[in-house]
């Protein structure tokens, strides 16, 4: 969602975040699998590109601003919520990466309330298609 809208430097670190929180919980269910890929095509890039880790120690810096933060986050729990369940591993580390950006403790749980009504919508939606 947005992820066009990033530069293609973060359009790359975005993904690697997203390796960091898929991995974060020890598993890798299909569902984040699938939204890994949505991802990838989302941002013009190739089914096999590769991701892996990424410190979080200066993302700040690749994403300097307020709108970019805010795209990365609200992906980043997006995939967090793929396999139905926002496991305290994956918590733990977007509320560290919210913190990095500067976000704080009410602004990362409006972000997640935004989140959760938006992916309720959504299933809403797909139910009524079917």
Not at 9 to 24: G, K, M
Not at 74 to 80: C, F, P, T, V
Not at 100 to 109: M, N, P, Q, R
Request: charged content about 25%; overall charge negative.
């Amino acid at each position: 969602m947005w992820l066009g809208q990033l530069s293609a430097e973060q359009r790359l670190a975005l993904l690697d975040l997203a390796h960091n929180v898929v991995v974060s919980d020890g598993l890798l269910d299909p569902s984040e699998e699938g939204m890994l890929a949505e991802f990838k095509a989302e941002m013009g890039l190739p089914l096999s590109h590769e991701t892996g880790y990424l410190p979080l120690d200066d993302i700040h810096t690749t994403f300097p601003d307020r709108r970019a933060r805010t795209i990365a986050l609200i992906n980043l729990l997006r995939l967090s919520y793929a396999d139905g369940a926002f496991e305290i591993e994956e918590e733990c580390l977007l509320k560290e990466v919210s913190r990095v950006f500067g976000f704080d403790a009410k602004e990362f749980l409006l972000l997640d309330n935004w989140v959760r009504r938006w992916l309720a919508l959504q299933h809403e939606a797909y139910a009524l298609m079917h």
